[in-house]
């Protein structure tokens, strides 16, 4: 391998290690705050967090088989697959926590620790899909791609959160947090069916 293609699949692992540990400890914060405030919503969003640490590991895991091309073109291969199928995980949390949310007409609980892990959240996340698309690009990674869409969709779900806690907060419109959830499944198993079928958002990446 090149020099820099050692130094960008070094910066990887690093993200992802940054991913696993930041999402590990924002599942235990919002499983935390989400079952002592009774909040449905914080407590799915906890467990976004874990799949999120699931699709790290797998992503840690390519990067790690990077330096033997035979070996990295597999890896490459499974774990978009493996990412594809956290996206499909990722969806069907949505909709069972949306279509729950409506029949029930359970409104997001307050919270000032679901908020503030929701602001930390929009805050970080876009930053490190942004880290993860350099990396992805300069490496030829469709995987690494679309670990970085599945980022996004982290920092977008944080959004749908506080904007549901906020607008139940100020303006009692208890169902805008799953409307908004609804919204986003078409994009996300759109991802997730791409992953499984060995595609993602970055096929024009180089080899």
Excluded: H
Excluded at 4 to 22: C, S
Excluded at 29 to 42: E, F, R
Excluded at 85 to 105: D, G, H, K, M, P
Excluded at 159 to 177: E, Q, R, S, T, Y
Aim: some cysteine; charged content about 20%.
């Amino acid at each position: 391998m090149t020099s820099d293609r050692v130094q960008l699949v070094k910066r990887g692992r690093r993200l992802e290690y940054f991913t696993i540990l930041w999402n590990s400890l924002e599942a235990v914060a919002a499983l935390i705050s989400g079952l002592i405030a009774g909040s449905v919503a914080l407590v799915s969003f906890g467990l976004d967090s874990f799949i999120e640490v699931a699709s790290g590991a797998a992503l840690l895991w390519r990067l790690q088989q990077d330096t033997d091309l035979a070996r990295r073109e597999k890896a490459e291969r499974l774990t978009v697959r493996m990412v594809g199928f956290c996206f499909l995980l990722l969806s069907a949390y949505v909709v069972y926590e949306s279509v729950n949310a409506l029949i029930t007409r359970k409104s997001p609980e307050k919270s000032p620790v679901g908020i503030a892990i929701a602001v930390a959240s929009l805050v970080v996340m876009p930053l490190l899909s942004r880290a993860k698309r350099r990396v992805s690009a300069g490496i030829g990674s469709a995987a690494m791609a679309a670990d970085a869409r599945q980022t996004d969709f982290c920092a977008y779900l944080s959004g749908i959160l506080l904007g549901g806690l906020l607008l139940n907060a100020l303006f009692g419109l208890w169902w805008a947090d799953p409307v908004a959830g609804l919204l986003m499944v078409p994009i996300i198993v759109k991802e997730g069916i791409g992953g499984l079928q060995g595609k993602s958002c970055c096929d024009s990446c180089g080899p």
